[in-house]
C-alpha cells in the first residue's frame, strides 16, 4: 500500500511488488510517481529500493555474461561464480541475425566439407581396384614368435608387448597388433621386426601411406632373411596401393628379377595389375 | 517437508494482479510476435522481469525456510529465469491468455519448487543455515517506520538536488559508473562487465577515481557538505538518471 501523502506522513512501508513496480514498471506513471515520493521520504523502503536496483544491475550482467556473452574483463571471483553455469536459452527458429550469420558460415563450412569429402572419396574410388589389389595380394609375415630369431641370436620375443602383438597378428587381430607393436621401443632387438609386423598389418587394413612411413624408418640390412625380402615386398606392394605405380612397378620388376621365393608373388602381382588396368 | 502450508500470498486472487506481472505478460507476448533482429531487447526485459519476480518469491520462501544465501537465492532465480525464457520463447510458455495474478502465482509456484529443490539437494548449504536478512517493512510491524527529520528534510532533499545535478554533468558513461559505484555499492568486476560499461575493471577504477574527484569538488562547489546528504539520496539521483538515460535512448 503506498501512503497518498508523503513526507512526515505515518504509514505502511511499499510491499514488494510496489518496489518491483518501481524498478521494472512504466516510467511516469502516477503511482510511480507517488511510490516515488514515499521512497523519497523513507528510509526503510529507500534500502530495499537500492536492494532491489542493485539486484537488478547484477542481473543484467549475468544476463549479458551468460547469453550475450559481454567481454569478461572481470576477474570478481563471486560475482563470476553468480554469473556462470547458466545454459544458453536455445535459438529460436528464426535467431537473430548474428546467430542467423553464423548459422550460414557453419552451412557453408559443412558444404565446402561435403565437396572436399566427395573428392577424396572419388579419388580413394578411383585408385580402389589397385588398393583392393594390393591389400589381397601382400600376404601375412611368419606368425609364430619362434620365427622372432635376430641376427645375432638376441631373443626378440623376451617382450612381452612383442610377443603378444605377434600374437594378435596371427589371429588377424591387425588392430591390436598395430597398438602393441607400435608401442616396441626403437632401441629394443625386436624394433624393426615389430615395425615390419606393423607395416604388414597396416597394408592389410589398407592404410597404404602409414604403412610406407613405418617401412621408410626401417633399412633392409636390419632384418634378417627372408624379413629383408619381405620389406621389399611390403614396400612395393604399399606403394602400389597407394597409388604411386611408378614406384611400385619399379620395385617389383627389382624383385622380380631376385633369386627370392618373393620374385614369384612379384610376377603375379604384376599379371593381376596389368589385367585390373585393362 | 509441510509444502502445503508453505504457499506465499501471492497477488493474484483479483485478475489485475501486480503491475510487474502484467508487464511481464505483455512483453513475452511481444517477444513472442517480434521479428528476430528485435527480439534481443526484449529477451532481456523478459529474462530481467523474470528474475525480478522469481527473486521475489524465493526471498519470500527462502526466508520462511532460512535455508539459502543470498548469493544462492540470485543464482537460483537466475537459472530458472533462463529456463522461462527458453519456454517463453520455444512457445512452451504462452502467457496470452493469462492474466497478471496467474503469471504471479506461476512465479511464485516456480520460486516455491526451486527452494524446495535447493533444499533436497543442497544438504550441505542447508545446515549451514544461513538466514536471509528480512526487509523489516515485510515483517508487517509499522513501528520501524524512519521517515526524514521534518527539520533537516527541506535541507537534505536540497543537497540530494545538488548531487543528482552534479552527477548529470558528468559523460553517460561515467555516470552510471559513478551510480553502480557509490549508490549501489557494486564491486568494480561487476561494473566492468556491465552491458552499458563494458570496460577492464582497472579502467573502471581509474574512471571511478576521475569522477568522484569531479562530484565532489562540484559538490563543494555549491557550497555543500557530503555530510548533509540524506542516507536516501540515491532515490532522487536514481529517479533523475533514470529519467536522463531514457531521454538519451530517445536522442539518437
Known amino acids: 500500500v503506498i501512503p497518498r501523502r508523503t513526507g512526515e506522513a505515518r504509514g505502511p512501508h511499499l510491499g514488494e511488488d510496489e518496489l518491483l513496480d518501481l524498478v521494472h514498471g512504466e516510467p511516469d506513471t502516477e503511482s510511480r510517481q507517488r511510490g516515488l515520493a514515499h521512497v523519497k521520504g523513507c528510509t526503510a523502503c529507500s534500502a530495499s529500493l537500492k536492494e532491489r536496483i542493485a539486484e537488478q544491475e547484477r542481473a543484467r550482467v549475468t544476463f549479458h555474461r551468460a547469453v550475450r556473452g559481454s567481454a569478461h574483463h572481470s576477474s570478481d571471483g563471486a560475482e563470476s561464480a553468480a554469473g556462470k553455469q547458466i545454459p544458453r536459452p536455445a535459438p529460436s527458429a528464426g535467431g537473430t541475425p548474428r546467430e542467423a550469420a553464423m548459422r550460414r558460415a557453419i552451412l557453408a563450412a559443412a558444404a565446402t566439407l561435403l565437396v572436399i569429402a566427395s573428392i577424396v572419396l572419388w579419388r580413394s574410388t578411383a585408385r580402389d581396384p589397385l588398393a583392393t589389389l594390393a591389400a589381397a595380394r601382400s600376404g601375412s609375415l611368419p606368425p609364430h614368435p619362434e620365427f622372432l630369431t635376430l641376427r645375432h641370436g638376441s631373443e626378440a620375443g623376451a617382450s612381452v608387448v612383442t610377443r603378444s602383438g605377434i600374437e594378435a597378428y596371427a589371429r588377424g587381430d591387425l588392430k591390436r597388433a598395430v597398438d602393441l607393436l607400435e608401442r616396441v621401443p626403437s632401441n629394443d632387438p625386436a624394433f624393426p621386426l615389430a615395425r615390419l609386423y606393423v607395416a604388414s598389418a597396416l597394408v592389410r587394413r589398407g592404410q597404404f601411406e602409414h604403412a610406407a612411413s613405418r617401412l621408410a624408418e626401417l633399412h633392409e640390412d636390419d632384418l634378417p632373411e627372408p624379413w629383408s625380402d619381405e620389406h621389399a615386398w611390403l614396400s612395393a606392394v604399399s606403394s602400389l596401393g597407394a597409388g604411386d605405380t611408378a614406384r611400385a612397378d619399379s620395385m617389383l620388376h627389382e624383385i622380380e628379377t631376385g633369386p627370392t621365393a618373393t620374385a614369384t608373388r612379384a610376377r603375379a602381382l604384376r599379371r593381376e595389375w596389368r589385367a585390373v588396368q585393362r | ?252
Open chain 2, 1 to 252: 517437508m509441510a509444502l502445503d502450508s508453505d504457499v506465499i500470498p501471492v497477488d493474484s486472487a483479483s485478475e489485475a494482479g501486480p503491475r510487474w506481472a502484467a508487464r511481464l505478460r505483455d512483453l513475452c507476448i511481444d517477444l513472442r510476435a517480434a521479428p528476430d533482429h528485435e527480439r534481443s531487447p526484449l529477451e532481456e526485459q523478459v529474462w530481467l522481469l523474470l528474475h525480478a519476480g522469481l527473486l521475489r518469491y524465493l526471498r519470500a520462501h527462502a526466508l520462511r525456510r532460512g535455508i539459502m544465501t543470498p548469493e544462492d537465492l540470485e543464482d537460483v532465480a537466475s537459472e530458472r529465469a533462463f529456463d522461462l525464457l527458453q519456454r517463453v520463447i520455444s512457445g512452451r510458455w504462452e502467457t496470452s491468455h493469462r492474466h497478471a495474478g496467474e503469471v504471479a502465482a506461476f512465479l511464485a509456484s516456480v520460486a516455491r519448487n526451486a527452494v524446495i529443490d535447493h533444499a533436497r539437494h543442497s544438504i550441505r548449504v542447508a545446515r549451514r543455515r544461513v538466514r536471509v536478512p528480512a526487509p523489516s517493512h515485510d515483517s508487517g510491524a509499522p513501528a520501524s517506520i524512519a521517515f526524514d527529520d521534518p527539520a533537516h528534510a527541506v535541507e537534505r532533499r536540497e543537497a540530494a538536488s545538488t548531487l543528482a545535478s552534479c552527477v548529470e554533468r558528468l559523460a553517460p558513461r561515467a555516470r552510471r559508473i559513478w551510480f553502480m559505484r557509490v549508490m549501489l555499492e557494486l564491486p568494480s568486476g561487476t561494473i566492468a562487465d556491465h552491458p552499458e560499461v563494458r570496460l577492464n575493471a582497472k579502467h573502471v577504477d581509474v574512471i571511478l577515481q576521475r569522477v568522484r574527484r569531479e562530484v565532489r569538488d562540484c559538490f563543494e562547489h555549491q557550497g555543500l557538505d557530503v555530510r548533509t546528504l540524506p542516507r536516501n539520496a540515491f532515490v532522487e539521483i536514481w529517479d533523475r538518471l533514470v529519467s536522463l538515460a531514457d531521454s538519451e535512448r530517445a536522442t539518437p
